[in-house]
């Protein structure tokens, strides 16, 4: 039972990414991964959750470019990791529109800053397993 | 919920908008709920006091049923606030229903009203923030419904090209519309080649940004005979919420209106062969696309295929958003109130150039959030009952 008196799910996931680690919940009662971190598994209902560290591997499910006026264009996308959830990121090292549907990505920890929590990016992982 | 709900029980008898576009500095969202409200109370010909249910929803007004009562000077029996994004005023119709079958009210007013053009979206509909999607800076809605798009054309093979015939069709059909706000032609050429905001959309895929708002007036099918109008009978109604944040949408390409339209047609007992015209949510040009699917009008995957060629356009195989749309006739942030008046107005056939012949059953489907609310209400003249 998470006591959210003493530690909050995003808490959790934020002390995981200053390791250079990205972190998941996994239902122990039904045994599905699920992501955002929550206080209550969703479906089951149940607190009985275990935080994991992901391989960091995963598939581009879908991807945007976004043009804000006066900067470069920038990569949304939406990631499968292997563990079987989803989260959005942002794939890195790649011109934007080259990222694709179906690409092996790799996670890798941003640092954020004063104003942003650090946050997972990915980079093209090639043909990785 | 939809099985204790009765197929022609209420009856939309009054349908009005606002003023739309551009209002004047310092009009607020209440002023143009308020005169959507009278507009649409003076169409069927009842007047404040017979109001005893009030529905409101609106992204600048955070308790909408108190504002408007308030405004107006009435104090309705039942009142609704349930704001699920633009397919609210759905919602509203569906609980609507249930009060007036139980006898809780007897005339319903449902409205809306906003002030994005003049105010700003971003000041309009100001976003929660997500630690999970915000540090990656989306533009949202729009970057949502645009890998949804970028997901059905790696799955399906849908096009640009089928994207902009989208919003093509919508231009074509607001050019017959005297209350739309676009005015000129548009080209294919010009929707691909029009700036890019987050691909696959160019700013022509993009919803209008304008001011406006809308109300209508709904009561028991017994009382909707002794009023001005023909009433315009709610057939069925369906509902249903997948998620909030589009991290949290299961499948992209699968909405719930796959959810939403087989309640509303089991309750109308139509299928969509006896769907004369539809009303679809367009905020983006991928979502006609998807409702077309997700309704059963035609299989997955073939949405972008069927909208080619003029398919929705004036003259095409099926007339959809004949209004012009929330891509050409008026998108004021929230726009499902006004995708109902729409419908409602085609079986009443009063649309003139644009009227569909013969317009006994309208299907009009809303949308709320990133593709997070599907709600469908199927509208149906006297004869379809």
Known sequence: MTDLTKQSPLGTYVEHLKKGELAYQV?????????????????SGSSNIEWRVSKGLGTVYTTTVVHYKGEAPLNVAMIDMDEGYRLMSRVEDIDPMQVKIGMRVKFRANPGDDKTLPYPVFTPAGDAK | MTDMLKRGSIAVVGAAESDLGQVAPHTSPVDLMAQATLRALDDCGLTLKDVDGLYVAATQVRMGPMS??????????VFDGTQIGGSSFMTHVAHAQMAIQLGLCEVAVIAYGSTQRSVSRAA????????????????LPISAYAMAAARHMHQYGTTREHLAEVAVAARKWALMNPKAWEKEPLTIEQALNARMVSYPFTVRDCCLVVDGGGAIVLTSAAKAKTLKKKPVYVLGVGETLS?????????FTVTGAAISGPQAFKM???????????????????????????LGFVPKGEGGRFVANGGIAPGGKLAVNTSGGGLSYCHPGMYGLLVMIEAIRQVRGECGERQVKGCDVALAHGNGGVMSSQCTVIFGSENSL
């Open chain 2, 243 to 251: 998620h909030a944040n589009i991290s949290s949408m299961p499948d």
């Open chain 1, 27 to 43: 239902c122990k009662d039904d045994g599905k991964a699920f992501f955002y971190p929550r206080a209550v598994a969703p479906g």
């Open chain 2, 268 to 294: 109308a007992g139509v299928t969509p062969k006896d769907v004369k015209m539809l009303s679809l949510y367009d905020a983006f040009t991928i979502t006609p696309i998807l409702f077309l699917e997700d």
């Open chain 2, 124 to 139: 309009a509909s100001p976003r929660e923030f997500n630690p999970y999607e915000s540090p990656y800076r989306p533009i």
């Open chain 2, 68 to 77: 408007l009562a308030e405004y107006l000077g009435i104090k309705p029996k």
